[in-house]
């Protein structure tokens, strides 16, 4: 059994840290460190994560000083109450945090993990106390960003469920629940994280102490860190399962053009309805012209009469075939295209989760296990398997990180550069921006993208199928409108999702009112799972 850890106090603490400072001091001043590359690789990584720290608090702080509400102005930002000024604040410095976070995760742990391992090897007790006030410096900054993430969605999962509550149906409520569960999801799993920081900090912390404190401390951040990998690795795995489920019915719906081969046969039925009558009616112009009599005159300019009516009508029939062919052609293309979006973007969901929750999170739980083993059986756990596994599970997150911010990056450039591309359908567009400005927008990381792709085709879905009483929409035919509630069906945006019978559902898409609602609602589940 591991021996008990004992707890230390605050005033030891800093005599643990002036301890380190002075170690390293005289390593510096008397005989040279056994790794000269090492101890100066640490201490670059621990005063740039320290100035990366205060840099993005400082930001934080400007930003909520005088900044108006963007949708408000002074009216608006008087009714603000402070819970939502806090979140705001909070919110901001926390996405201010997260470039940090994301160098600490992927680059300062692993390569702390490689030199606490080489100072293992090599019996450096500089490189050891070295390795642990940056591990200290670390994982205080990953607590920083954790707890910081929890509060924040604490409070947004309290505002949603309130939300929820106000509206008891319907989309907004919907919206409003499943935010709600997400946020408090990410609460939870929050503070579990920052319990794992907590006692990763306190791993480092206690490495300069007795071999016995060091392991029990060693094997209890191993423990804790394992289960928060497996607990976010489980979780990426439910959310690949939702989004494979959610693709699947997407893929099942088919393709929408075959629905307006149903409709552009009734109206060639029609068209040949016409071109009957106009038949008949040039039998009986022939038939009158071999009629003797007086009313023969009379007779043939009553079939010359209904001759011209019957052509006129299968005029008439073939110009509405060609313009309904050509209408339903681009609805059945809008259809198509947002169809793929939806697939595409469960595609996308699956393989980032895979990647860096599944892969990532369960691989750091295995180093996580690795170290408790190491710690209880070996004392220290410096060890290469723990290592790899912890610098792989960190070189998973990293790429799936990277990934995101660079395709975050690049929608806020193009909604700036080129706000033409996904505008509103009859709404002027913005004026571009010029590249240098786009630029700058784009390096904004805390913001949101607006106005982009996934907006677009939350719009063009809930067009085609909303009801004739929305603008733009009552010249859908029956068909496409249920090819396209159909496909909000498979988006989890249905009756049973909005705990609404579908006669109710149907009067929600057709009620001017609810089109925000109903756009946020549909932009929401293209992005979930």
Known sequence: MSTPAHRTSPRQSTTLLTSVRRRQEGNRAGSPPRDPVGHALLQLQSSAGNRATAAAVQRARNADK???????????????????????????????????????????????????????????????????????????????????????????????????????????????????????????????????????????????????????????????????????????????????????????????????????????????????????????????????????????????????????????????????????????????????????????????????????ESTKAAAGVVTAVAAGTAGLASNPVGWGLAGAGAGLVLGVTLYKALRAATKRYEEKRHPERWAPEGEAPEKAASRGDSLKHALTFWKKVSKGERQAMAREIYALAAGPGIPGSADTTPEMRESARALLVALKAGPADHKLDPEAWAQSLDDPAKTAGWISEIAEQLASG
């Open 66 to 360: 005088g900044k108006e509400p963007e949708n408000g102005g002074a009216s608006a930002g008087a009714k603000r109450n402070y819970r939502d000024r806090i979140a705001a604040l909070l919110d901001r410095f926390k996405k201010n945090l997260e470039p940090v976070d994301t160098f600490v995760k992927g680059a300062q742990t692993p390569a702390n993990a490689g030199l606490a391992q080489q100072a293992a090897a090599t019996a450096d007790e500089g490189l050891k106390h070295s390795s642990a006030a940056s591990g200290t410096s670390a994982a205080s900054a990953n607590l920083l960003t954790e707890a910081a993430g929890a509060v924040v969605s604490g409070m947004d999962a309290y505002k949603n469920m309130k939300a929820a509550t106000t509206h008891k149906t319907g989309a907004k409520h919907h919206t409003a629940r499943k935010k709600a569960t997400t946020k408090g999801t990410d609460a939870v799993i929050g503070a579990a994280g920052s319990g794992s920081y907590s006692a990763a900090i306190a791993k480092e912390a206690t490495k300069v102490q007795k071999a016995a404190d060091a392991a029990v401390a060693s094997e209890a951040s191993g423990v804790a860190s394992a289960s928060v990998g497996a607990v976010k690795g489980i979780r990426a795995a439910f959310r690949v399962g939702g989004a494979a489920r959610k693709y699947q019915r997407v893929k099942e719906l088919g393709d929408p053009r075959l629905v307006e081969v149903a409709s552009l046969a009734r109206l060639n039925e029609s068209r040949e309805h016409a071109e009957w009558a106009a038949a008949e009616a040039y039998v009986a112009l022939d038939a009158y012209w071999k009629h003797e009599g007086e009313e023969r005159l009379e007779l043939v300019a009553e079939a010359i009469d209904a001759a011209w009516e019957a052509m006129g009508e299968v005029r008439d029939a073939a110009e509405s075939i060609q313009h309904a062919e050509r209408k339903r052609e681009r609805e059945a293309e809008r259809l198509a295209r947002a169809q793929e979006y939806a697939k595409k973007k469960q595609l996308t969901k699956i393989g980032k989760e895979t990647v860096g929750g599944v892969l990532g």
